[in-house]
């Protein structure tokens, strides 16, 4: 007898087998910022664990999300927060998509995470192949306009390919399905991409989601958001409440408003990494590799004359972790996280190595 649905069968971890307890690696595997988060984030945690851990924190965020709101110009019932953009993906998920009993549109290929929780949830899913040039093939989801579908997800920047759509492609796509949710995951958007929060006052249908685990360095501290008309978050703020009505502890909340209030040390350390890809960008390109463009915190290439595994793997052994994923179309490139200077000056350096030895 078995207690296991054949639903969970597919299911696999995400990446464990990415955060390896090792010391002294190079980590370029997972996208996170290669910078410490803010002097004033570490302050405001070490003040909010001082004071008030025998309370529960504020069960709506109401200071968080009023923040928020103001960063992007919205009203604060526009804003719905999370343990994570994967959390409020996976409610998002749970609220519009569920129970719709048609498919999904997904690019194929696009963040994996969004065929696990279709997988979990139950939900079918429509794939929608990347063009030629590995871009979302806006025309593609054109042509299923008066299918019955259950939403459409878009990551943007798409990841791992790094790729962005502009704004009035996302707005194009906002009426391709107006019944629908247009969920638009831009967990990598501050490093370069235009943000779809700018359709929402206009597009009922479109669900923005953020984090601060990339541009704003806190993968650590667990903080996510969706930005949509009121109705949308309402939905959202339901399905919540029905499992966990303390979704952000309250280090989190006031990690994360210290992290909004320090915009100078932000851009600061943003334009830092951008800078650094586009170093990191030519001299993969000098050492042979085709990279697609990137605006994220990541470059996704490969080497015409070299296995993408197999350099992986040579990366793994010179204690560098880069990301490859073994799947159609892709698995001949290597997501890139930026790190600092000095990381991804050991990165080149030891894909200099790893050539010259053939
Ligand atoms: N969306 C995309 C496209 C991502 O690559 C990631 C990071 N793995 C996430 C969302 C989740 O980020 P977090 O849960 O740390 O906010």
Known sequence: ???????????????????????GLV????????????????????????TGLQ???????????KVIARHHGVDPDRVFVGNGS???????FDAFFRHAGQPLLLPDVSYSFYQSVCRWLGVAVRQVPLDEGLRVDLAAFEATRGEAVAGMVIAN????????LPL?????????????????????????????????????????????????????????WAIGQAPLVDALTRVKNSFNAY???????????AAFEDQAYFERQRDAVVH????????????GFSVLPSQTNFVFARHPAHDAAQLAAALRARKVLVRHFAQPRIDQYLRISVGTPGQCGQLVDALVHILQAG
């Open 1 to 23: 007898m078995s207690f296991t649905s054949p639903h969970l069968a597919g299911l696999a971890p995400y990446t464990p087998g990415e955060q390896p307890a090792i010391e």
């Open 27 to 50: 980590k370029l595997n997972t996208n996170e910022n290669p910078y410490p988060p803010s002097p004033r984030v570490l302050a405001a945690i070490e003040g909010a664990a001082r």
């Open 55 to 65: 309370l529960y924190p504020d069960p709506e965020s109401c200071a968080l999300r």
């Open 86 to 92: 994967d959390e409020v993906l996976a409610l998002v």
């Open 157 to 164: 920047p798409n990841a791992p390919t790094g790729i962005a």
């Open 168 to 224: 009035n492609a996302l707005a194009r796509l906002a009426r391709v399905h107006p019944q629908r949710v247009l969920l638009v995951d831009e967990a990598y958007v501050d490093f370069g991409a235009e943000s779809a929060t700018a359709l929402v006052a206009r597009h009922p249908n479109v669900l923005v989601v953020q984090t601060l685990s990339k541009s704003r360095a806190l993968a650590g501290l667990r903080v996510g």
């Open 247 to 257: 979704p952000l502890d309250r280090l989190a909340q006031a990690g994360a408003i």
């Open 276 to 287: 650094c890809r586009e170093g990191l960008l030519l001299q993969l390109e000098d050492l």
